[in-house]
């Protein structure tokens, strides 16, 4: 079985800052997808960023970019500059497709704070 | 383009009633998924359903039970409702075509409260 794991309940970050929220993940399969969602308070999980087990580069969108380390098995997200409007709820999440079917594996989740 | 929409936004119900909870996709996408957040946890998986069909289950009794209608709109049911029921339910839809850029899109959500 797939399992994701967040080290970080919380983080606080000074605005303008980058920060790294950390993900570490377990599968045997050789074939994933890994993504970031971001929760704000209202309860809405968005889509940030995407990395596959066969990329061989980092993937990027915007101000956001995924420190993926294969071998260390980890997924690291990245976001430079940050804003006030970052603070949120950012979940690490695992895609596993099986016997014709699909499903998400989730992390706990870190809640970034940005301070002004 | 719209985005998924659920529907209720909130919901009050008390133990042993049943709820129906409701969900449209993104046009063109297929593949409905259900999710169940506790507070301070992550969304676990419920149930994904795919051109009508059951495609996946997650450890989750039979008192929840959901379908997906032609126009690909989806409803989850909950009977017998528990105290433990209470939390996020989360829909989310995506294209299920077979590439592993396959992303879930995910709707508001329907906080639900068993008293």
């Known amino acids: 079985a797939q399992k994701i794991t967040q080290t970080q309940p919380g983080m606080f970050v000074q605005e303008k800052e980058a920060v790294t929220l950390d993900c570490t993940y377990d599968t045997s399969d050789p074939s994933y997808g890994l993504f970031w969602y971001k929760q704000p308070s209202s309860g809405e999980m968005i889509f940030l960023i995407y990395?596959?087990?066969?990329?061989?580069q980092n993937a990027t969108e915007g101000r956001y970019s995924l420190n993926f380390q294969k071998a260390r098995k980890s997924a690291n997200l990245v976001i430079s500059a940050s804003q006030l409007g970052d603070s949120a709820m950012y979940f690490c999440?695992?895609?596993?497709?099986?016997?014709?079917?699909?499903?998400?594996?989730f992390g706990t989740g870190t809640r970034l704070t940005i301070i002004p | 383009d719209a985005g998924v929409t659920q529907s209720p936004t909130h919901l009050i119900k008390t133990r042993g009633q049943q709820v129906t909870l409701r969900c449209s996709p993104i046009?063109?996408?297929?593949?409905v998924s259900w999710y169940q957040q506790v507070l301070g946890q992550g969304p676990q998986f419920i149930f994904q359903y795919y051109e009508k069909e059951e495609r996946g289950r997650g450890n989750f009794p039979d008192r929840f039970s959901a379908r997906q209608f032609p126009n690909y709109s989806s409803e989850l049911n909950v009977n017998a409702l528990l105290l433990g029921d209470s939390a996020l339910y989360l829909c989310?839809?995506?294209?299920?075509?077979?590439?592993?850029?396959?992303?879930?899109?995910f709707g508001p959500g329907t906080r639900l409260t068993v008293l």
């Open positions: 046009s063109g996408h297929k593949s």
């Open positions: 989310a839809s995506s294209l299920f075509s077979g590439a592993s850029t396959d992303t879930q899109y």
């Open positions: 999440a695992m895609r596993e497709v099986n016997f014709g079917n699909e499903k998400l594996t």
């Open positions: 990395q596959g087990s066969y990329d061989q």
